[in-house]
């Protein structure tokens, strides 16, 4: 486990209770007493314990990876609720960000019309754990700019503002044995910067991301895997690394069946391609589900109207024991009408 510390200059009563009520709106665990709160958060453990006048803050996470970004969660929390000022933070010994990897690419191919796939070459190991999230994101920043690098608190500085630099989320698709490179698959689309990058990128560039984050593999023996072509990726990971005890299915919506991708499934797992155009066929599909295999747990992934209704679709079937998950990767654009 790795550890941070900070110390702020405000009593216990005046910080327990707000960060309190934030991490249990966020579904975590928290402990409290007079003197010592506890939040078991997914991130890592956050230990606040009243010392004087003063309130000390111990960050324990399992990698650093994770230990910056639980850090950077907090130091916004203690920001937004006005304790910003006189922080005292415990600094690593580091230049870049701790959850930082700046990688170099080795091909980008486009393997199906609307697909393009991205090989990294670069030190993976914080991907290469059991316990690592799946996904990461990319740093585009303005044209010319260095690297985000770690300020004398240890939290990272970002050249001209974090307003300024594009960080799409992104799967990792596949992660070689040494953890010396990752696979990323992306969807290609009219306009999109990503899009653009993958036009001009050429082997030997230098890109950065940080992560690992989000997601991690599920540890459920049977599983009902639903999403658009933006979740391919991670449904395609969950599949190909599921232990031989692991069964289920997926249900796959994509723009054009061409962009099908083989897979090395086991024969536990059955794979479904439908048509995106049917802007309800996954939801149905889901619907369905929910009947015939009860006893699944679910994971869906796509537009954030698709996935609301599959929300309330889980919530009215009463599946509270269920360790299900719902993610939103993109938002429709609003239809525009033109004035009479």
């Known amino acids: 486990m790795s550890k941070h510390q900070a110390i702020l200059q405000a009593d216990a009563a005046s910080v ?23 939040d078991d958060a997914p991130l890592g453990l956050v230990v606040l314990e009243q010392r ?11 990698s650093k990876a994770e230990l910056q970004m639980l850090k950077e969660l907090y130091a916004q929390r203690f920001a937004k609720l006005g304790f910003a000022d006189g922080i005292i933070w415990s600094a690593p010994k580091a230049a870049a960000p701790l959850n930082q990897v700046v990688c170099e690419i080795s091909d980008c191919t486009q393997i199906s019309p609307n697909f393009a796939r991205v090989r990294l070459a ?30 004398a608190n240890g939290l990272t500085y970002w050249p001209d503002g974090v307003s300024s630099w594009h960080r799409p989320p992104y799967t990792v698709r596949r992660l070689a044995p040494d953890a010396s490179w990752i696979d990323v698959d992306i ?3 009219d306009g999109g ?20 984050s989000g997601s991690k593999m599920p540890t459920e023996n049977k599983l009902a ?14 599949v190909e690394d599921a232990p031989p005890d692991v069964s289920g299915y997926a249900t796959i919506a994509v723009r054009n069946l061409k ?55 889980l919530k009215d079937a009463e599946r509270a024991s269920r360790n299900d998950r719902v993610a939103s990767y993109w938002t429709k654009a609003p239809k525009v009408t033109k004035a009479s």
């Not at 059991?130 to 985000?148: D, I, N, V, Y």
């Open 52 to 62: 004087g006048d003063q309130t000390t803050v111990a960050f324990d996470a399992p």
């Open 259 to 313: 962009d099908s991708q083989s897979i090395s499934a086991s024969p536990q797992f059955d794979i479904r391609w439908i048509d995106m155009t049917d802007p309800d066929a996954l939801v149905r599909g889901l619907h369905k589900s929910l009947h015939t295999r009860p006893d699944h747990s679910v994971f869906f992934a796509a537009e954030r109207t698709q996935a609301d209704t599959v929300r309330k679709l």
């Open 225 to 238: 895997l639903f999403g658009d072509e933006t979740a391919l990726p991670i449904i395609f990971r969950i």
């Open 187 to 189: 969807v290609l689309h």
């Open 122 to 151: 670069g030190d993976f190991t914080a991907f290469a754990t059991k316990t690592a999230g799946l996904h990461f994101r990319f740093l585009f920043g303005p044209e010319g700019t260095a690297w985000p690098t770690l300020d």
């Open 16 to 38: 327990f209770e707000p960060i309190k009520e934030i991490a249990e709106q966020n579904g975590f665990t928290v402990n409290r007493s007079d003197t010592r709160m506890v």
């Open 193 to 212: 910067r990503v899009t653009e990058w993958c036009k001009r990128v050429k082997p030997g560039d230098e890109i950065a991301l940080t992560g690992p």
